[in-house]
């Protein structure tokens, strides 16, 4: 599943925010926008792409 979400998925979601592109990092399962300094969580798999759910990151 993880592999899966890291290969197709990845490939064409983006940050709700800015549009850019996610990475995908481990422990926490999450994906992170370095321009928004966004973590966004992964919920069964699948990407919990809204903004107002998502991690702020501290630099
Ligand atoms: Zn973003």
Do not use: F, H
């Amino acid at each position: 599943m993880e592999s899966l979400l890291s290969e197709t998925l990845l490939s064409v979601i983006a940050c709700p925010q800015c549009k850019g592109s996610l990475v995908l990092q481990k422990e926490p399962l999450e994906l992170v926008c370095p321009a928004c300094k966004l973590a966004y969580a992964v919920v069964e798999g699948k990407p919990l792409l809204l903004v107002e759910k998502a991690r702020q990151l501290n630099s």
